[in-house]
């Protein structure tokens, strides 16, 4: 047995980078990938996009300047050759490369400007009969300046010194049939030299389907764990007084669908337990959300307790607060207004009126969770678009004055987050599992689907007519600018360019123009022009994606379609058909630099209108990572299990964790204890 590694400060501070706090997380530091040097490819058969081990002479050892400072080597075996280039090396390296030098690189392949080339190998000076290596070399994540076999070293280390027993009941363990852990890992850092490397990149392997397993299965615990714990806390008991909700039933124009009956049904029954509820209340675009949130609201504040509602935008925020006092103000309910735009002493006032417990709902952007914000009874935080939000702001939410309410013996406030990002099952499951979702699964009655069509640049001039014609018969037509990843700035100038053009092509039009960098209150008072038919014809860029609700709107132009993901053309396309007339999503896209992703894309959202068939093919495409925002991909996201891939692991994962909580509290907890030690916030939230 040997004695634990020392470890340099130095390299304790690069560890830290890569999460690694503690010895045993080294343990779970797994390979990215493995390099095969176990055998050497002939330059002569090599091919671009090969990752290859080549053996051969350095002829040729050169520093080139254009266009930036490069080290390029000639490696030639017999009579073919093969280009080393360097972009960043140093001298030791232009030495080692020298003319006349054996050398074996490895690294992937492709078609340089002098033939055949490899960027960046990892070469070593060999003689001929330097062996080769008998299995593949693992390739870990690291971070600069923490190589490869010091990373390595201390991995070998951690496995030799450190005890590592299975948390697995033996019996689970058998009855799934998962390898053990200890083999698992020693072979996924050692493969030994039967192993192919298509398994073990695939990750398809046993040891790699352990590990999975275990991930998710800590996550599973986790959640779980959470649920228990927050049914432990107290809550307000808010049951249904049906004075204020009767009274606002009583006066809609409509009547609530089935699905929103059920859900709010839930979230009622919820809000009358003693514990805080926790609840995402999914629903497509367009299917009523908000008549669902103000009955909660109500039903908090019949009972004397305080509302608040935030909104990713202002723009969204807005209009919740202008619908919700349409609809609650004739009761008696003045919502406040709080947002991050507003004046210091507007602000001040909308605090004071919140802290004195003068209004019973404050509507606004995340300004309302800011500390200087302190409510004076709230009973009720209703958060839309919640997946707008990063995982840190949901907890800074979810802990909004909570410790010391706690502390004081006070309650703590019931939550109801919502989404019109639907969440594919295995998502849901994982992510969302400490959550009770509602889902309203049906759109309000009178709507005509939406006819979506694709049109190549080309025809641009087609759809030009179509929105005139659109306008005239009295109609209203939206037309989004593309979204242009490098620069905010040029997204402006084509919003900017498009309304000068249409507007030109269409004097007879009125036509409004919508972009972020417009004050607030501009652009509040565009939205307003377009929703009351003002403007009939509103220029927008993606700042429309979320919330708008203008019913005489039936055309939604997107130009550029193929630059965006499917979750916003969804989004955008649920802005029109929201009214009786027959609606059309006209999906404008670049034919010639259409890649196999975009196309993938448009062709879904051609053919589906279901926003759950849409996300989960999305998840597919793309990954859970970016389908819930690069914000939420921190450190709570799986790093080895794959949801769109590892689905049956998933199933399995979520009835161990409970099986393990009930009969095997002891090995629950080894098992939180070594995949969840550094993730303490998303385990106590
Ligand atoms: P979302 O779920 O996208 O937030 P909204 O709450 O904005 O949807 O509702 C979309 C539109 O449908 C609004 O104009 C709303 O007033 C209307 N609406 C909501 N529920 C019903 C219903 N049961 N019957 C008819 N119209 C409804
Ligand atoms: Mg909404």
């Known amino acids: 047995m040997s004695t634990p590694a020392k470890i340099p400060p130095a390299t304790l501070a690069k560890l830290a980078k890569l999460g690694i706090h503690h010895r045993s997380d080294l343990l779970l530091h797994l390979p990215l990938r493995y390099e095969d040097e176990t055998h050497l490819a002939p330059i002569a058969t090599v091919q671009p996009g090969e990752t290859v081990q080549v053996q051969g002479m350095i002829t040729h050892n050169e520093v080139t300047f254009r266009p930036r400072r490069t080290l390029v080597c000639r490696l030639q075996e017999g009579d073919d050759e093969l280009y080393l280039r360097f972009l960043n090396f140093y001298p030791s390296q232009q030495k080692q490369l020298a003319v006349g030098k054996q050398i074996r690189a490895v690294g992937e392949v492709r078609m340089g400007y002098f033939g055949l080339e490899m960027v960046h190998p990892k070469c070593r000076a060999v003689d001929d009969d ?79 389907q352990r590990i999975k397993f275990d991930e998710l299965l800590a996550q599973q615990l986790s959640m779980r764990v959470h649920h228990r714990e927050r049914s432990k806390r107290i809550a307000p008991a808010l049951a249904a007084q049906q004075r204020l909700t009767d009274a606002l039933l009583a006066k809609l124009p409509f009547a609530l669908t089935s699905a929103q009956r059920k859900v709010y049904a839930e979230i009622s029954h919820d809000l009358a337990q003693p514990h805080p509820m926790q609840r995402l209340l999914l629903g497509d675009v367009g299917s009523g959300k908000t008549i669902v949130a103000a009955l909660a609201a109500l039903q908090a504040i019949e009972n004397g307790y305080q509302v608040a509602l935030m909104a990713p935008t202002e723009i969204l925020a807005e209009q919740h607060y202008l619908k919700l006092r349409e609809w609650l103000e004739p009761l008696g309910v003045s919502p406040v207004w709080l947002s991050g735009s507003l004046k210091k002493k507007e602000k001040t006032a909308a605090a004071e009126r919140i802290a004195s417990g003068d209004t019973m709902l404050a509507i606004g952007t995340h300004a309302l969770f800011q500390q ?16 707008k939000f990063g995982v840190q702001q949901r907890l800074a939410l979810r802990n909004k004055g909570v410790a010391e309410d706690v502390a004081e013996g006070r309650n703590e406030p019931h939550q109801l ?34 006819v979506t069509k694709l049109v190549s640049d080309g025809r641009r001039d087609e759809v030009f007519e179509r929105v005139r014609a659109v306008c005239m018969k009295g109609q209203q037509a939206y037309w989004v ?3 242009i990843d490098e620069s905010e700035a040029l997204q402006l100038q084509t919003a900017i360019e498009t309304h000068q053009l249409l507007t030109e092509a269409f004097p007879e039009l009125r036509i409004g123009l919508a972009h972020g960098k417009l004050p607030p209150a501009e652009k509040a008072a565009i939205m307003a022009a377009f929703k009351a038919g003002e403007l009939q014809l509103l220029v927008a860029t993606t700042v429309i994606e979320v919330g708008v609700d203008v019913p005489n709107a039936s055309l939604m132009v997107i130009d550029h379609a193929e630059r965006m993901g499917l ?34 894309r448009l062709k879904i959202i051609y053919e589906s209108t279901d926003g759950f068939e849409i996300a989960q093919q999305d998840l597919q495409l793309r990954g859970p990572g970016e389908l819930l925002g690069a914000r939420q991909s921190g450190v709570a996201m799986l790093r080895f299990a794959d949801l769109g891939e590892d689905e049956d692991l998933l199933d399995q994962a979520r009835l161990v964790a409970d099986e393990l909580l009930q009969h095997h509290p002891e090995a629950a907890r080894a098992h939180l204890q070594r995949w969840m030690a550094n993730k303490h916030d998303y385990l106590h939230v």
Not at 136 to 148: H, N
Not at 153 to 180: C, G, Q, Y
Not at 378 to 386: F, T
Not at 576 to 593: D, I, P, T, Y
């Open 481 to 483: 600018c593309p979204l």
């Open 417 to 450: 987050m919502m989404s019109a990002t639907p969440i594919p099952r295995t998502l849901a499951m994982s992510y969302y599992a400490d959550l009770d979702v509602s889902v309203i699964d049906e759109l309000p009655p009178g709507r005509t689907p939406v």
């Open 567 to 600: 979750a916003q053309l969804h989004q955008l396309r649920g802005r029109v058909g929201r009214g009786a007339a027959e609606s059309m999503c006209v999906l404008l896209f670049q034919s010639e630099k259409l890649s196999e992703l975009a196309r993938a």
């Open 130 to 208: 330097t062996p080769l290596n008998t299995s593949l070399s693992p390739v870990y994540p690291t971070t600069a300046g923490l190589s490869q076999i010091v990373l390595r070293k201390l991995i070998t280390n951690a496995l030799e010194v450190l005890p590592h027993p299975d948390t697995l009941p033996e019996s689970v363990r058998k009855r799934l049939r998962l390898a053990d852990f200890d083999s698992s890992l020693r072979l996924l850092h050692n493969p030994t030299p039967d192993i192919s490397a298509s398994t073990l990149e695939d990750r398809s392997h046993a040891a790699w």
């Open 372 to 387: 200087s914000v302190e409510f004076a009874k709230l009973g009720l935080a209703i958060v839309d678009e919640q997946h």
